[in-house]
């Protein structure tokens, strides 16, 4: 014959339990949309801050060039703060996007997605070259001073910037707002598939550069 108490007691205990877990569940979920993202953006956006004060001052880099100390790499530790400040801004818009809708509105959307690639562009092509400067200056280390200097890794970085620029100029093209979802429209969606998967080449080829 069946415990009717202690059915109870089992069928309680687990709808404690049930409660509980949904209970940290919802605690996690407001933690990482509320908490976590704006967290993230705050610290970032000092940190970077200062960063750009400290490499953009000229005094800063006359100082380490009279040092003997070569600045072949600041020029793109200076950018790329500002490419992950610009990311950080999205980010936050991203957020603010939990209270009121600020993404899904035209050239808003189209803005943010194409700025999105390009500061992805940029941070990992910028990780790239600094890099490969690097393993220059150790394989050879008497000829750093005559091809590395802060003039060519600057013209280098603007250089990538234009390429990111130009590589993802079709974007905006393809983005627009559907069903009040920032999202590629469905007659040019074949396009966005096909460039999302040069994309992936693209990608490819500087994890394994």
Same mark, same amino acid.
């Not at 209270?99 to 690639?117: A, E, S």
């Not at 280098?156 to 905006?172: D, N, T």
């Given at each position: 014959?069946?415990?009717? @108490?202690?059915?109870?007691?089992?069928?309680?205990? %687990?709808?404690?339990?049930?409660?509980?877990?949904?209970?940290?569940?919802?605690?996690? @979920?407001?933690?990482?949309? #509320?908490?976590?993202?704006?967290?993230?953006?705050? /610290?970032? +956006?000092?940190?970077?801050?200062?960063?750009?004060?400290?490499?953009?001052?000229?005094?800063?880099?006359?100082?380490?060039?009279?040092?003997?100390?070569? !600045?072949?790499? $600041?020029? &793109?530790?200076?950018?790329?703060? /500002?490419?992950?400040?610009?990311?950080?801004?999205?980010?936050?818009?991203?957020?603010?996007?939990? $209270?009121? %809708?600020?993404?899904?509105?035209?050239?808003?959307?189209?803005?943010?997605?194409?700025?999105? $690639?390009? +500061?992805?562009?940029?941070?990992?092509?910028?990780?790239?070259?600094?890099?490969?400067?690097?393993? &220059?200056?150790?394989?050879?280390?008497?000829?750093?001073? #005559?091809?590395?200097?802060?003039?060519?890794?600057? +013209?280098?970085?603007? &250089?990538?910037?234009?390429?990111?620029?130009?590589? $993802?100029?079709?974007?905006? &093209?393809?983005?627009?707002? *559907?069903?009040?979802?920032?999202?590629?429209?469905?007659?040019?969606?074949?396009? %966005? @598939?096909? !460039?999302?998967?040069?994309? +992936?080449? *693209?990608?490819?080829?500087?994890? #394994?550069?």
């Amino acid at each position: 014959m069946i415990d009717a @108490e202690n059915v109870t007691s089992t069928s309680l205990n %687990n709808s404690l339990n049930t409660v509980k877990l949904l209970s940290h569940t919802t605690l996690l @979920e407001f933690f990482f949309r #509320h908490v976590y993202l704006l967290l993230l953006v705050v /610290i970032g +956006c000092i940190g970077n801050g200062f960063v750009i004060i400290v490499f953009g001052q000229r005094a800063l880099r006359t100082t380490i060039a009279s040092m003997g100390s070569n !600045m072949s790499v $600041y020029p &793109f530790l200076f950018y790329m703060a /500002i490419s992950d400040t610009i990311y950080l801004s999205i980010l936050f818009c991203l957020w603010l996007s939990n $209270y009121i %809708n600020i993404l899904h509105r035209p050239v808003v959307c189209q803005l943010t997605l194409y700025l999105t $690639y390009v +500061c992805n562009f940029i941070s990992a092509y910028y990780t790239v070259s600094f890099t490969a400067q690097r393993l &220059f200056a150790v394989v050879k280390p008497f000829r750093v001073s #005559h091809v590395l200097s802060w003039y060519r890794s600057r +013209c280098l970085a603007l &250089f990538i910037i234009c390429i990111a620029c130009l590589i $993802y100029s079709y974007l905006p &093209f393809l983005i627009g707002i *559907v069903n009040g979802q920032c999202f590629s429209l469905k007659h040019l969606r074949w396009i %966005n @598939e096909l !460039m999302d998967i040069v994309d +992936c080449f *693209v990608v490819f080829l500087r994890d #394994h550069s």
